[in-house]
């Protein structure tokens, strides 16, 4: 066959593939599971005879050689549109940047922005009419290989194939070069078991879920403990639609809580950008006619989200001041993840017809030193970032209640969010509102 032989023309080494890249271009890597290994690795072998090599990429799950063989930046100098646990860490040696971002925009930014002279991403295999499939990461990849003046493919089989409504695929024909890899474990995510607390936030939103909502999980432990009790409930007819597709979606529909029926945009199709999870999950991705990736453009829109009656939108926050603005991505200036979907999720489930958005956290963490903090301060720690404004935030859950801030006043939202405070730290906040000009004094209310 004709895509066959392309498929032989066009394979070649990593160590070959990499050396059609110069130096001061700007090389991308994809988002989370399409980062490259063994291109990854080759790269890496070139230091010395490359200089300012600039290279893209997001969520990585694996050391990257690039910033392990140059931690001076030298040669190589990379950069993250949402860190993981080894780019935080790569970040705060010194080692690795955060690009802000909304992800919705990403594709944007390659259609309408970024150079990308090279594109380096992980694929599965080939199909029987010449097509690569993004798999479990479509996010931008469409984008950025549309963006790329080359494209160079590493096949990892163990990926599964991805059906998809647009934008997960690639075809040989757009192809540079394609380096064959073994068939490598993906890999996974699992959350932390759940504290008594996420238990009792995570009750308190299921009671707010109705029977036909589409559901929307961000990354953590405190998300999928709701999804974990959703697929323990009595409710039906859930939908999907999410950026993230995790485990607590396949719980939750193999209990029989989630078919898609309901749903007016992609009726009886569940809709995702990216996916981290187990092998089962992956397993039941892999040509799954129920499941569709989309680019982060149509999952992320708020406006595809307002035709979804009844979407919950759930996700988490690191801190959160008395004006009501929540800080989702940094600890004052060290910075932690990025503003990643949840502030378009936000958006979206205040915007769709009976939607509510969760933004759920623990009211207090202990720091390093063992000494009790509050989530709640009276204005966000210096540096750290705004994920989602003050205008826009919707419901707030701690282990002491919940709290509705659409439409309320400075003095309202003051007391709102004081009361799912920590009981130690309300005298405390009252008072930093007070001097705020922010408390409202002839109807002070006892917690």
């Not at 300012?52 to 969520?59: A, C, F, Q, V, Y």
């Not at 922005?113 to 080939?126: I, R």
């Not at 979206?348 to 963490?365: D, I, L, P, Q």
């Not at 003051?414 to 005298?427: G, N, T, V, Y």
């Amino acid at each position: 066959m004709q895509y066959l032989k392309l498929y032989k023309q066009k394979t070649t080494s990593a160590d070959q593939a990499v050396l059609h890249i110069h130096s001061g271009q700007w090389i991308d890597y994809g988002f989370a599971a399409s980062k490259p290994r063994l291109l990854d690795e080759a790269l890496a072998k070139r230091k010395d005879d490359l200089n300012d090599i600039k290279i893209r990429g997001g969520l990585a799950l694996t050391p990257i050689a690039v910033v392990e063989c140059d931690p001076h930046q030298e040669t190589f100098t990379y950069a993250s549109w949402h860190f993981s646990g080894i780019e935080r860490k790569y970040h705060d040696e010194g080692k690795c940047f955060y690009i802000p971002m909304l992800y919705r925009n990403l594709p944007s930014y390659y259609e309408r922005n970024l150079t990308v002279d090279v594109a380096m991403l992980t694929v599965s295999s080939m199909d029987a009419n010449g097509y690569f499939s993004f798999s479990i990461s479509n996010s931008a990849s469409r984008a950025i290989v549309d963006a790329a003046k080359m494209v160079i493919l590493e096949i990892n089989p163990t990926l599964p194939q991805a059906l998809s409504g647009h934008g997960g695929h690639i075809h040989i024909s757009e192809v540079d070069w394609l380096v064959e890899g073994e068939a490598t474990p993906l890999p996974t995510l699992k959350s932390a078991p759940p504290t008594d607390k996420d238990l009792t936030i995570a009750n308190m939103i299921l009671n707010e879920i109705h029977d036909g909502a589409t559901i929307q999980l961000g990354i953590g432990t405190m998300p999928n403990t709701v999804g974990a009790l959703i697929a323990k409930s009595d409710l039906k007819n859930l939908g999907m639609h999410t950026e993230m597709l995790v485990d607590a979606y396949f719980d939750m529909y193999e209990s029989g809580r989630l078919n898609n029926t309901k749903k007016a945009l992609n009726p009886g199709v569940g809709v995702w950008t990216f996916s981290l999870g187990s092998e089962k999950l992956y397993n039941w991705i892999h040509q799954n006619p129920a499941l569709a990736s989309y680019p982060v453009s149509y999952t992320n829109d708020p406006h595809m989200m307002r035709h979804l009656d009844g979407l919950t939108t759930i996700n988490n926050c690191v801190e959160i001041d008395l004006y009501g603005q929540v800080c989702s991505e940094s600890a004052g200036t060290r910075h932690i993840s990025g503003t990643g979907g949840q502030l378009d999720f936000v958006t979206g489930g205040y915007m769709a017809k009976e939607g509510k958005s969760f933004v759920c956290f623990s009211a207090t963490y202990r720091n390093k030193s063992g000494e009790l903090k509050s989530r709640i301060v009276p204005s966000l720690t210096i540096g750290g970032i705004v994920t989602d404004p003050r205008t826009q935030v919707h419901y707030l859950v701690t282990e002491f209640g919940m709290v509705n801030l659409a439409g309320l006043s400075t003095w309202e939202r003051a007391e709102a969010i004081i009361s799912i405070a920590h009981p130690m730290f309300r005298e405390s906040l009252i008072q930093s509102a007070n001097a705020m000009k922010i408390w409202r004094n002839t109807h002070r209310k006892s917690f």
